[in-house]
């Protein structure tokens, strides 16, 4: 029903409850306020979702475009600098298409690149308007099956559309901030240089995680060091969420005790401190969420109104759903209130136990490990469902990543407030560092015990509802039989869960699948019997691009599929848009061999997947021309490359691995990135099948899909894989026509999304991710 319409049942149910209220039918009255409040946020959340899709900027720019636009925009947040481009988030106000300004408001991130945006970042502060030329895209948008849509999602997070900058030379500041934002930006400033002065001495790496801690300026840490707190589980604890807050409150409360500040006065200036924090950090939903959280508690105390802690925790999470409804879907909104929830729990069943014979250390120890571990059972679900990964480090690095924030946090404040007493200042500044080197040395864990943290496929509806069940039933119900109950749903779920190994599907026969991985290329191929090949990965054209394209695009696409092993994986060359997610998957499904063509000892990116493989006790197999075997039912036949007669000093095109499968009376041609001269030269060992089916070589470039190789081979189904309004202009308009001409049908995963070739050999059957089939 539309929100619309529901806006007109709100008033009517209002006054129902109203009615029963007065004529004392309680849970009336109480099914009719639930139901009223029910439709309200189906309301707020509905209007929401539909302003976040539909925004002005995005309707001014409807399709990508190549050219920059001229564009005015408020930066959201200081803008963050990495070794290869600075990165601005922004509410776009208006753009400039042609002669004069249009209102475009929407939320974008735009990267500047060249050389000059290092100096002049320092001038784009948070609440700045700057003008600048930008070329506009829209998000990456991957259609597979079991794959999310990132581009909406982003765009229900506030980001309609993505941005580039050619250089900082043409970015102007024409308004500054507020007065307020000034200041805080000024604030935000001294931090960092205190932090670089007295932190980065000791560590640059724990200067990162100092400025992290203290004004959620995260910018400068290491994707590497980001990944392995994420799988460690420890990521947490460098976020300004629920636990910073609540140690900066305790350390005002404290420190306003010297100076006579105690009680009411002290919970007043405690929250204006608070609110001003909030605006001098770098911006975010879980600073405001933690921040709410502390103001009604203050609030509270302010009325000396004793409330437990589960109506302040409610009133916060109230107040956010009703002021950003969409926060709701937000995996940091309940990973937020699901751990508080379960610490509260916890402390409310462990506040009667008194100190054994060990004292008040052993206590603490038994209540942190009975925390940490309640938490890790609330979030299982969650954890695995948004980042699908489950880690068991967790439980025990939090006893040491948690005492070392607040130790941090703690040093890193009085860094900043005694920055001008060098003695103090400099002692903070090493204790600071040791603190970070904790947090850090500590997910370290991983590296040596892999099996503490995997990963695993989102589980299915029916696995969250029994695993939540289970749980429900084992707290709240008091019956013997309902917490047996309980306790067997709960088992179940968390097994179905940490296996995570979804039923493997075999197919009645060959079947090919072209993941939508973008500009890039990636494809599994399948016969009877479990037998899975998956022939490259995907990845960024150039490399880089801080997106895992293995991880949340290719595994989550095999796993659908119904795959949990690889018999292999073929590189068919190096470039990193065919093999910048192999990493995920050598680690996550374990294929029983790699193969790849010809060897580039240079190739720095291909040489680490070798390592990898190497180490994990994969055999890397070189494939070479003449080579045939048998793969189930299938005959595979290697057409490309020939043995090299001489050490390749860089990744070519002209050396991938091409292969031709044969399944009964229907052949594929997989022609990885070969150009014309190769595709003339394997012509003529060409096996004229009934049925032929041609990947296209090259994502559709011009110089492949030679006209001398068409009429020789006559293919009737043509796949490409390419990206969406990609830079290259692939397909070639001249590649496609030659395919038209021979009455091919052609496939395209930036229209079409996955593709999926079915055959018995005889018949072949077409699916699309957009529902064509045929």
């Known amino acids: 029903m539309p929100w619309r319409l529901v806006v007109w049942v709100v008033p009517l149910l209002t006054m129902a409850a109203a009615s029963a209220w007065q004529c004392r039918f309680g849970r009336t009255c109480f099914v009719l306020v639930a139901a009223t409040f029910g439709c309200c946020g189906f309301v707020l959340g509905s209007h929401a979702r539909e302003e976040a899709l539909e925004t002005p900027l995005k309707a001014a720019v409807t399709e990508d475009v190549r050219e920059p636009v001229l564009a005015r925009f408020r930066l959201t947040e200081d803008a963050a600098s990495d070794g290869d481009s600075t990165t601005l988030r922004a509410q776009v106000i208006s753009i400039r298409p042609h002669d004069s300004w249009m209102p475009a408001d929407g939320g974008a991130?735009?990267?500047?690149?060249?050389?000059?945006?290092?100096?002049?970042?320092?001038?784009?502060?948070?609440?700045?308007?700057?003008?600048?030329?930008?070329?506009?895209?829209?998000?990456?948008?991957?259609?597979?099956?079991?794959?999310?849509?990132?581009?909406?999602?982003?765009?229900?997070?506030?980001?309609?559309?993505?941005?580039?900058?050619?250089?900082?030379?043409?970015?102007?500041?024409i308004a500054r901030g507020s007065v307020a934002s000034e200041l805080a930006a000024d604030l935000r400033g001294y931090v960092r240089r205190a932090v670089t002065l007295r932190v980065a001495r000791h560590s640059q790496l724990s200067a990162a995680i100092v400025s992290a801690v203290l004004i959620g300026d995260r910018s400068g840490l290491p994707d590497d060091v980001r990944l392995r707190l994420q799988t460690a589980g420890t990521y947490h604890v460098i976020a300004i969420s629920g636990g910073n807050i609540a140690i900066l409150t305790t350390f005002l409360l404290a420190s306003l005790v010297p100076i006579g500040l105690s009680g009411r006065r002290a919970a007043f200036a405690t929250l204006v401190l608070l609110l001003a924090y909030a605006q001098i950090v770098t911006a975010g939903p879980s600073v405001w969420r933690a921040t709410l959280v502390a103001v009604v508690y203050l609030f509270a105390r302010l009325l000396d109104h004793r409330s437990p802690p589960w109506q302040a925790m409610a009133i916060a999470g109230g107040v956010l759903a009703a002021v950003e409804p969409l926060d709701v879907r937000n995996a940091g909104f309940v990973l937020t209130f699901g751990a508080t929830a379960a610490l509260l729990h916890v402390a409310q069943r462990t506040s009667r136990i008194?100190?054994?014979?060990?004292?008040?250390?052993?206590?603490?120890?038994?209540?942190?490990?009975?925390?940490?571990?309640?938490?890790?059972?609330?979030?299982?679900?969650?954890?695995?469902?948004?980042?699908?990964r489950v880690t068991m480090a967790g439980l025990l690095l939090?006893?040491?990543?948690?005492?070392?924030?607040?130790?941090?946090?703690?040093?890193?404040?009085?860094?900043?407030?005694?920055?001008?007493?060098?003695?103090?200042?400099?002692?903070?500044?090493?204790?600071?560092?040791?603190?970070?080197?904790?947090?850090?040395?500590?997910?370290?864990?991983?590296?040596?015990?892999?099996?503490?943290?995997?990963?695993?496929p989102a589980p299915s509806a029916f696995t969250i509802a029994t695993y939540y069940t289970g749980l429900a039933l084992l707290l709240l119900m008091r019956a013997a039989r309902l917490r047996i109950v309980g306790l067997i749903a709960l088992v179940v779920g968390a097994l179905l869960i940490v296996t995570g190994v979804p039923f493997e599907r075999d197919t009645p026969g060959l079947r090919l699948t072209m993941v939508d991985v973008g500009q890039g290329e990636a494809m599994t191929l399948r016969v009877p019997g479990h037998h899975a090949i998956m022939i490259d990965s995907g990845g960024a054209p150039f490399g880089g691009g801080g997106f895992d394209i293995g991880s949340r695009?290719?595994?989550?696409?095999?796993?659908?599929?119904?795959?949990?092993?690889?018999?292999?994986?073929?590189?068919?060359?190096?470039?990193?848009?065919?093999?910048?997610?192999?990493?995920?998957?050598?680690?996550?499904?374990?294929?029983?061999?790699?193969?790849?063509?010809?060897?580039?000892?240079?190739?720095?990116?291909?040489?680490?997947?070798?390592?990898?493989?190497?180490?994990?006790?994969?055999?890397?197999?070189?494939?070479?021309?003449?080579?045939?075997?048998?793969?189930?039912?299938?005959?595979?036949?290697?057409?490309?490359?020939?043995?090299?007669?001489?050490?390749?000093?860089?990744?070519?095109?002209?050396?991938?691995?091409?292969?031709?499968?044969?399944?009964?009376?229907?052949?594929?041609?997989?022609?990885?990135?070969?150009?014309?001269?190769?595709?003339?030269?394997?012509?003529?060992?060409?096996?004229?099948?009934?049925?032929?089916?041609?990947?296209?070589?090259?994502?559709?470039?011009?110089?492949?899909?030679s006209?001398?190789?068409?009429?020789?081979?006559?293919?009737?189904?043509?796949?490409?894989?390419?990206?969406?309004?990609?830079?290259?202009?692939?397909?070639?308009?001249?590649?496609?026509?030659?395919?038209?001409?021979?009455?091919?049908?052609?496939?395209?995963?930036?229209?079409?999304?996955?593709?999926?070739?079915?055959?018995?050999?005889?018949?072949?059957?077409?699916?699309?991710?957009?529902?064509?089939?045929?």
């Open 354 to 388: 008194r100190p054994g014979a060990g004292g008040q250390a052993l206590s603490w120890l038994t209540a942190s490990i009975v925390a940490s571990g309640a938490v890790e059972l609330a979030l299982l679900p969650v954890m695995a469902a948004t980042f699908s």
């Open 707 to 774: 006209r001398e190789l068409l009429e020789a081979w006559r293919p009737q189904i043509a796949l490409i894989s390419c990206g969406r309004m990609n830079p290259f202009g692939h397909p070639a308009p001249e590649v496609v026509a030659r395919l038209q001409a021979i009455d091919a049908r052609v496939y395209r995963t930036d229209l079409d999304g996955e593709i999926t070739i079915d055959t018995d050999g005889q018949h072949v059957s077409v699916a699309t991710f957009t529902g064509e089939k045929r």
């Open 109 to 173: 991130v735009v990267s500047v690149g060249g050389s000059a945006r290092e100096a002049r970042a320092l001038e784009w502060r948070r609440g700045r308007v700057l003008e600048a030329p930008v070329t506009l895209r829209r998000p990456a948008r991957y259609l597979n099956d079991g794959v999310p849509d990132f581009e909406r999602n982003a765009a229900l997070d506030g980001i309609s559309l993505l941005g580039s900058i050619k250089s900082g030379l043409l970015v102007a500041v």
């Open 553 to 705: 695009v290719v595994e989550p696409a095999l796993w659908a599929r119904g795959l949990s092993s690889l018999d292999a994986l073929l590189l068919t060359h190096g470039d990193p848009d065919h093999i910048g997610g192999a990493m995920p998957l050598i680690e996550d499904f374990g294929p029983r061999e790699l193969w790849q063509g010809i060897p580039v000892p240079r190739a720095v990116s291909l040489q680490a997947l070798l390592a990898r493989a190497s180490a994990s006790g994969i055999p890397i197999v070189d494939r070479r021309a003449g080579e045939e075997f048998r793969i189930g039912g299938a005959r595979v036949i290697v057409l490309h490359p020939d043995a090299p007669d001489w050490e390749r000093q860089r990744v070519r095109n002209d050396d991938s691995v091409v292969l031709e499968v044969l399944y009964g009376d229907v052949a594929l041609l997989l022609t990885g990135d070969i150009g014309a001269d190769v595709e003339r030269r394997i012509s003529p060992r060409l096996i004229p099948a009934k049925t032929r089916i041609l990947k296209v070589a090259h994502h559709g470039s011009r110089t492949s899909t």
């Open 398 to 456: 939090n006893l040491v990543a948690v005492p070392a924030m607040a130790v941090v946090q703690i040093a890193g404040l009085l860094v900043v407030c005694a920055n001008t007493i060098d003695g103090v200042s400099a002692l903070a500044g090493w204790i600071a560092h040791l603190g970070a080197a904790a947090i850090v040395s500590s997910a370290r864990l991983v590296d040596v015990a892999p099996w503490l943290a995997f990963r695993v």
